[in-house]
């Protein structure tokens, strides 16, 4: 292995304990500061603070399964979906920067998420926004990272995209 996909990987790793950290933190203020009938008006109309526990997984799916398939479901798979992700992350070559990046930004999410499932038994949501027309549902940092990482994947298969056609553009022979 050679340094540079060394100090990659080490790179990688501690943005993913960055993510994991700074949603934790959070979360554990959330936990331990605001009660759940308490809402924080953070800007008017826009964004409030208010503790929600959700017990499923996005959007509160899989609330309703009984054990072992909530384990199963919630548990078990995405954890082994998490460690195979950042596997490939990690061991993969020649896999573009921003890909990586999105990834594990991705993961940290998720892991950030099910450590919350496992150890509480359920996911602290703290972070509602009203956009007018629309508004969210209740989310936290992991979710945020998550939404992050899908951003980053696509600009990056745009950017790539939109490289490959100038590309085939310069290559085509000039007629006369």
Do not use: C
Not at 1 to 10: A, H, P
Not at 13 to 31: M, N, S
Not at 111 to 139: K, P, Q
């Amino acid at each position: 292995m050679n340094k540079k996909r060394i100090s990659r990987g080490l790179g990688l790793l501690l943005l993913l304990a960055f993510v994991i950290g700074f949603d934790r933190v959070t979360k554990i203020y959330v936990r331990d500061h605001i009660h759940f009938s308490i809402v924080i008006t953070v800007i008017k109309d826009f964004l409030t603070i208010t503790r929600v526990e959700n017990t499923g997984a996005f959007l509160s799916l899989g609330t309703s399964l009984q054990n072992p398939w909530r384990f199963i479901i919630l548990n078990l798979l995405p954890a082994i979906a998490l460690v195979w992700g950042l596997l490939y992350v990690l061991i993969k070559p020649n896999l573009h920067l921003l890909n990586q990046v999105g990834i594990i930004t991705i993961l940290a999410g998720g892991m950030g998420n099910l450590y919350d499932r496992a150890v509480y038994g359920s996911v602290t949501d703290f972070v509602h926004m009203n956009f007018g027309i629309f508004e969210t549902g209740i989310f936290n940092i992991a979710d945020v990272a998550i939404m992050i990482g899908v951003g980053i994947l696509l600009l990056n298969a745009y950017l790539r995209e939109r490289d490959e056609k100038k590309q085939a553009s310069d290559e085509k022979p000039v007629t006369v």
